[in-house]
């Protein structure tokens, strides 16, 4: 089975290396715990969705959410893509990074006032809206700006995309999105709301999906109400598909882009949709491969049989850096950077963190020894953007391989800065 993340990410003789770079020699030079990320990896992984898109209307938003590191998010604006944001956070973010602000949708159930006004201001392609007051509020703050503020109506398909509970948004009882048999009368109230321009309809049915069913079946359902909505007299330009498609963690099998996109696609067609922009917001797909997260063992613990005989391999990473596996039981590969020829055992990898929750893999086998560098592998999606500084940790480094260059894209955080913002009390 080749290695998630491949062919970035290869074994040459002992060590392990991403474009080219050996790994134990960056945790060496710039210090652990460090992300890394190929942005090779990336634009591949883009290049997959654009290949299968050529020549038809449509616009690729990545999903800001899955990694927002600045440089990341240039990386995608340079070439040429789109964004879906959720917060006024990542639109200054995506602006920042050189990003189009007329090819960023916004996402998200619970915009507030300011970011409605913020978004209008900087003149956002589209606002996803997931409820009726969400539709009133946005209405009122584009009338008080003088403005129609385009809008798109998430609808859920109440369809089930089989993944983990968690990152599972289409279906009935998910908070997300208009319910499919409300759609028809909110797009008409909106139709109805002088500071609205209907633009377009927009699903995403979950997170981490290795099936294309879901999608089609999602799709089926809002071609239904397009047509609906277009029998009652109000247009519907854009047809956005969300996010969603999964990677190779262990042993998962995901569709590839391409195919996703040419299924989507033919669907499209065969219901004489064909001509209609498509949009997508891929997070995970476009970043989840390129990056992994690195970290030095500090000690082994050798379990005894009498305490249930667990091997803990403590390492300077923990939950507050790659929270995926406390959070959701995600399981990522995990690979010594530099072989080595300890006896191999079976470890559980956990962090420094004062929680039984913070493990990054169980029930690994590895040949380790205190001071190897191991890499937690997949860890471009949802690692940085996720991490915290509980137990006062600060956040880690970002570096950005290309080609012969290293670039630190992020420091590490400094102790100070975390309470930069505090103030101790008058006596
Ligand atoms: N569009 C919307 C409206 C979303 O809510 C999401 C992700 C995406 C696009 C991008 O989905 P992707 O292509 O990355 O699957 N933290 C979880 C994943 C949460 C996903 C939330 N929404 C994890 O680490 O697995």
């Known amino acids: 089975m080749s290695l998630p993340g491949a062919p970035f990410l290869a074994r040459d003789g002992a060590e392990l290396k991403l474009e080219g770079h050996a790994l134990t020699d960056l945790a060496q030079e710039h210090g652990t715990p460090l992300f890394v990320y190929s942005r090779a990896a990336m634009l591949h992984a883009l290049a997959a969705y654009q290949r299968a898109l050529q020549g038809r209307p449509h616009l690729i938003c990545y999903a800001v959410k899955a990694n927002s590191t600045l ?16 917060s006024g956070g990542e639109l200054a973010r995506v602006l920042a990074a050189g990003g189009n602000p007329a090819q960023v949708v916004f996402s998200g159930v619970g915009k ?26 946005l209405d009122d703050v584009a009338r008080s700006q003088g403005r129609r503020a385009p ?20 279906l009935k009882g998910n908070k997300f999105g208009i319910a499919h048999d409300q759609a028809l009368a909110a797009y008409q109230h909106a139709a109805s709301l002088p500071g609205l ?18 999608y089609l079946d999602a799709l ?5 109400l397009v047509e609906a909505v277009e029998r009652s007299g109000i247009a519907i ?21 391409a195919v996703l996109v040419q299924r989507i696609a033919q669907r499209l067609d065969a219901r004489g949709h064909g001509g209609r922009e498509l949009l997508f917001e891929p997070g995970r797909s476009l970043v989840g ?11 082994l613990k050798p379990g005894r049989a009498d305490q249930g005989g667990k091997n803990f391999c403590i390492v300077d990473a923990a939950m507050n850096d790659l929270v995926r596996p406390a959070m959701y039981q995600a399981t990522m590969a995990i690979e010594p950077c530099r072989v080595c020829d300890a006896e191999a055992a079976t470890w559980d990898v956990v962090g420094p963190v004062c929680e039984s929750g913070d493990w990054l893999g169980r029930d690994r086998a590895l040949s380790v020894l205190p001071g190897d560098v191991l890499a937690i592998l997949s860890a471009g999606a949802y690692g940085m953007t996720m991490a915290s500084n509980y137990n006062t940790r600060p956040r880690a480094a970002e570096l950005l391989l290309d080609g012969a260059r290293v670039h630190l894209i992020r420091q590490r955080e400094s102790v100070s800065s975390l309470f930069a913002d505090e103030r101790l009390i008058d006596s």
């Open 237 to 257: 330009h854009h047809v956005d598909v969300g996010g969603g498609l999964g990677i190779h963690y262990t042993d998962e099998k995901p569709p590839d882009a």
């Open 220 to 224: 089926d359902r809002m071609l239904d």
């Open 151 to 170: 809008v798109s109506l998430r609808v859920n398909p109440d369809v089930d995309a089989g993944t983990h509970p968690y990152i599972s948004t289409g």
């Open 71 to 86: 440089a990341v998010l240039q990386t995608f604006a340079r070439a040429g893509c789109g964004f879906d944001i959720v």
């Open 289 to 299: 491969n390129a990056g992994v997260l690195l970290t030095e063992v500090l000690y």
């Open 112 to 137: 507030t006032r300011d970011e409605m006004r913020q978004a209008l201001l900087a003149g956002v392609r589209c606002f996803n809206v997931e409820s009726l007051g969400e539709m009133d509020k």
């Open 197 to 214: 321009q209907v633009v377009g309809i927009d699903c995403h049915i979950g997170s981490q999906i290795t099936q294309i069913e879901p």
